[in-house]
């Protein structure tokens, strides 16, 4: 199965930080990846798709870039909401597989 | 409003079955795939299988192949994952979630918890 690997696994900042996850394939997936944001407790939330498409309603701080085999999910000004843990996820070919995941923690 | 909504928490037993439904609104059911994900407590995410809804065809995990069933009533809506021969290292948070034949998943159902132990 092809494996997704992100780093770091967990990230302190400060509201107002530029924080940047990666996210490696271990072979080409294109452009099929997606973000998703997950609070304690709660279903995970999709915020990109296709490696850079914003989901609608989500905001604009948010953006990802990047094709083949990595990318990044970059939030350019951390507000407290977006304390969470990250996720990204390949589409490219069945089994899709999800990275371990990126907690982004308060500094 | 878009909406999935699952069936509640169950306890289960290893070896039995479990069923878990996801009741879609707010939108054309059949015009949407339907993903499972399931989340161990305190772990990642991971990919079950798909169904599309439309007409039925599934693709599986390879992982669970043989121990999972993903079907649908479209009369009311609701896709249903049976997952059989429970283990305990199935217990989990089962998540439904609409997939747009794509294969990222816009819209997640709250979760279900199924917990096996004996």
């Known amino acids: 199965d092809l494996q997704m690997t992100q780093s770091p696994s967990t990230l302190s900042a400060s509201v107002g930080d530029r924080v940047t996850i990666t996210c490696r394939a271990s072979?080409?997936?294109?452009?099929?990846l997606a973000w998703y944001q997950q609070k304690p407790g709660k279903a995970p939330k999709l915020l990109i798709y296709?490696?850079?498409t914003l989901e609608s309603g989500v905001p604009s701080r948010f953006s990802g870039s990047g094709s083949g085999t990595e990318f990044t999910l970059t939030i350019s000004s951390l507000q407290p909401d977006d304390f969470a843990t990250y996720y990204c996820?390949?589409?490219?070919?069945?089994?899709?597989?999800f990275g371990q995941g990126t907690k982004v923690e308060i500094k | 409003q878009v909406q999935l909504v699952q069936s509640g928490a169950e306890v289960k037993k290893p070896g039995a079955s479990v069923k878990v439904s996801c009741k879609a609104s707010?939108?054309?059911?059949?015009?949407?795939?339907i993903s499972w994900v399931r989340q161990v407590p305190g772990q990642g995410l991971e990919w079950m299988g798909y169904?599309?809804?439309?007409?039925?065809?599934?693709k599986y995990s390879q992982n669970l192949q043989g121990r999972l069933t993903m079907t649908t009533d479209t009369s009311s809506s609701t896709a249903y994952m049976e997952l059989r021969s429970l283990r305990s290292d199935d217990t989990a948070v089962y998540y439904c979630?609409?997939?747009?034949?794509?294969?990222?998943?816009?819209?997640w159902g709250r979760g279900t918890l199924i917990t096996v132990s004996s």
């Open positions: 996820q390949h589409f490219n070919s069945y089994p899709y597989t």
């Open positions: 169904i599309n809804t439309y007409n039925g065809d599934t």
């Open positions: 072979q080409s997936v294109s452009s099929w």
């Open positions: 296709k490696a850079s």
């Open positions: 979630a609409r997939d747009p034949t794509w294969g990222y998943f816009e819209v």
């Open positions: 707010g939108y054309t059911f059949i015009t949407f795939g």
